[in-house]
């Protein structure tokens, strides 16, 4: 067994690779900018900057800290902790149904479309394709500076939508629970489109901005929610056509996603009250912050 390890591949570690420091080896003043840490050659004492939007973080407890390089820049990851505050009085829960159409429908009645994402997406992906069939040096240092701007994009996007519905006054959010959705293949621009579909990102987002004011995110199976009328509960695929959605035993007609995030919105408030009345505890899938610094 010696023998046969000696001949595997075993991972090296960089020489610039992080370095994490707990609270014996490291104290950090978020509101002064004061960072000290424990090296072979003593306490070392540093000045760090830190961001406006990080001051809500504070007060909280700092448990952790990780310090890398991040290209020609030293990065501090600060991990602070804090007790999830009470849970909101409101009881009413708000059904999100996520799409490429609309990126998200909500269950009273708002659509946040994707015309902006879609827009972005299809400019980076012609400057790419475009840089790459030129393979010339220039059009290489060009893929570099564009390199995580889509992804940069993305990310603030997602942050600015969940911080607007973390803010509006419900209990809890309802989602679907959209995880293998990627599995299987329905035509290359289809498949090209929804593996840049951030909805993972989308609910991580929500997830930790909602528990920050003492809400949930309920997920929900997705089966039917577009195919089921929000009315008299009938589930035909033919309630279905496009983005209208007309019920064929009842006659309701509506749009489509709007319709599937009323379907979103029951499904999560009889999960939500079902846990109210059992009185089950609550774990926090996010109970920590990473704060970068």
Request: net charge positive; proline share 2%.
């Amino acid at each position: 067994m010696l023998k046969g390890n000696k001949m595997n591949s075993h991972t090296k570690k960089r020489l610039d690779s992080s370095i994490r420091f707990d609270p014996r080896t490291m104290k950090v003043f978020l509101d002064s900018g004061i960072l000290q840490l424990t090296t072979h050659l003593g306490r070392k004492k540093y000045k760090i900057k830190v961001p406006d939007y990080f001051q809500k973080y504070f007060a909280w407890e700092v448990k952790s800290l990780n310090l890398g390089i991040n290209k020609k820049h030293c990065l501090v990851k600060v991990v602070v902790e804090e007790k999830i505050p009470e849970q909101s009085r409101c009881s009413e829960v708000l059904g999100i149904d996520l799409g490429m159409r609309n990126f998200a429908a909500l269950s009273d009645g708002q659509l946040i479309p994707s015309t902006e994402i879609n827009r972005v997406k299809r400019k980076y992906a012609h400057l790419r394709k475009e840089l790459q069939s030129k393979g010339t040096r220039s059009a290489k240092k060009k893929l570099q500076a564009l390199a995580g701007r889509e992804r940069r994009f993305m990310s603030g996007w997602n942050h600015s939508l969940t911080k607007y519905l973390a803010s509006l006054p419900y209990g809890a959010f309802a989602v679907e629970d959209l995880k293998g959705i990627r599995k299987g293949r329905k035509g290359k621009v289809f498949n090209r489109k929804r593996s840049n579909w951030a909805y993972a990102q989308f609910q991580s987002y929500l997830q930790y901005k909602a528990e920050e004011q003492g809400k949930f995110v309920l997920l929900i199976d997705p089966r039917f929610t577009s195919q089921q009328c929000k009315n008299c509960l009938h589930i035909a695929k033919e309630n279905r056509k496009g983005k209208t959605f007309h019920c064929q035993e009842c006659k309701y007609i509506s749009d489509a996603d709007t319709n599937a995030s009323k379907n979103i919105s029951r499904r999560g408030a009889k999960i939500f009250f079902e846990q109210a009345v059992v009185n089950q505890p609550y774990i926090s899938a996010y109970e920590n912050k990473v704060v970068g610094v």
